[in-house]
Structures are given as C-alpha cells and as structure tokens.
C-alpha cells in the first residue's frame, strides 16, 4: 500500500515540476553572450584535458623507447671518446 502512494506522489511532483508561470523576467543581449563563451570554454577545456591525458597515455610506452635510445646514444659517445684517445697518441 505505501509503495501505490509513493507513486502517487512523485506522479504529483512531476506534474506540479511541469506547471509553468510566467517569470517576467529580463534577460538582456549580453546573457546570450556569456552563454556562448562558456559554451567555448567548455569545449576547449574539454579538449585541453583530452590532450593532457593523451600525452600521459603516450608518456607510459615511450618512456621505455628513451631509455634504450639514450643508454644507446651514451655508448656511442664513449666510444668516439675511445677513438679519439687512440688517435692523439
């Protein structure tokens, strides 16, 4: 019986959240403006975080691929030192 009244109540506060008075309120040609940059604003945000978040993805595979170049790259570098030292004496 309490879950039929339940329904009945909430069917109430819908039909009541859809009853509409009138506001007779203002809204001036710069709210229209503010809307639009906070529309802006949020997309571009939203792409800003999507890019971050895409370079951290990326960061987790190539932080493996630079270890190996640069332990690569300090042999290398060694052994031009090796010839050089070589070449003078």
């Not at 009541?16 to 009138?22: E, F, K, M, R």
């Amino acid at each position: 019986m309490e879950h039929n009244q339940i329904g009945k109540k909430i069917i109430y506060l819908a039909l009541l959240a859809t009853i509409s008075t009138p506001a007779y309120a203002y809204l001036d040609p710069g709210t229209g403006s503010i809307i639009f940059q906070a529309i802006i604003a949020s997309v571009v945000m939203g792409f800003a975080t999507i890019r971050l978040w895409w370079d951290k993805f990326l960061s987790l595979f190539s932080s493996r691929k630079s270890d190996k170049e640069s332990n690569q790259k300090n042999t290398e570098s060694e052994e031009v030192v090796v010839t050089d030292k070589e070449n003078k004496s």
